[in-house]
T-cell receptor, first 113, second 114 residues
Framework: QKEVEQNSGPLSVPEGAIASLNCTYS??????FFWYRQYSGKSPELIMS????GDKEDGRFTAQLNKASQYVSLLIRDSQPSDSATYLC?????????????FGSGTRLSIRP | AAGVIQSPRHLIKEKRETATLKCYPI?????VYWYQQGPGQDPQFLIS???????DKGSIPDRFSAQQFSDYHSELNMSSLELGDSALYFC?????????????FGEGSWLTVV
């Protein structure tokens, strides 16, 4: 089992709707969680980080963390065509001295006009 | 704000040749990471350095080596290149003393082996 699991998609959402992206992780001791957005051929760009249970909102983005269930999600409100990208969930490797992050396989999101 | 700088952005090499990628981390960041991303794949961790010492090693082939210099820039050296080494190579940096050790990525270096 991969340490960070995501549905690969593609997830197709109409413009203006809410896109919901989910991620589960295997290490119960994980303390911090990241969502990166990656356009094709470009580098991952940090969208959100979350460390505590509950919701964290930043503009149109909301990250939700449930440590008991070991899942973290990303909601994108009022989806725009520019949100079409691959979204990578990432968790620091608990066994890494440098806290390297481990990526999920990413979910491809497509916003249809 | 300054970001992670990588060079070159694009590189074409022939099989069995050698390639060197350079990375300049965000100022005051003390940790550098190298990732490899093949087409349609998620980024795979190769190696990391903390304060100029190797701290973690991932799925880095023996043909590859890396180091971090006194000015904190890092270089990834790849020898005996194979077609399968064609990928996007990302360098990332972080500051361990920061909140959550957030990692920031450079724009990447495209390596094409022909």
């Amino acid at each position: 089992q991969k340490e960070v699991e995501q549905n690969s998609g593609p997830l197709s959402v109409p413009e203006g709707a809410i896109a919901s992206l989910n991620c589960t992780y295997s290490d119960r001791g994980s303390q911090s969680f990241f969502w990166y957005r990656q356009y094709s051929g470009k580098s991952p760009e940090l969208i959100m980080s979350i460390y505590s249970n509950g919701d964290k909102e930043d503009g149109r983005f909301t990250a939700q963390l449930n440590k008991a269930s070991q899942y973290v999600s990303l909601l994108i409100r009022d989806s725009q065509p520019s949100d079409s990208a691959t979204y990578l969930c990432a968790v620091p490797d608990a066994y890494s001295s440098a806290s390297k992050i481990i990526f999920g396989s990413g979910t491809r999101l497509s916003i249809r006009p | 704000a300054a970001g992670v700088i990588q060079s070159p952005r694009h590189l074409i090499k022939e099989k069995r040749e050698t390639a060197t990628l350079k990375c300049y981390p965000i100022p005051r960041h003390d940790t550098v990471y190298w990732y490899q991303q093949g087409p349609g794949q998620d980024p795979q961790f190769l190696i990391s350095f903390y304060e100029k010492m190797q701290s973690d090693k991932g799925s880095i082939p023996d043909r590859f080596s890396a180091q971090q210099f006194s000015d904190y820039h890092s270089e990834l050296n790849m020898s005996s290149l194979e077609l399968g080494d064609s990928a996007l190579y990302f360098c990332a940096s972080s500051f361990r003393g920061g909140s959550g050790n957030t990692i920031y990525f450079g724009e990447g270096s495209w390596l094409t082996v022909v």
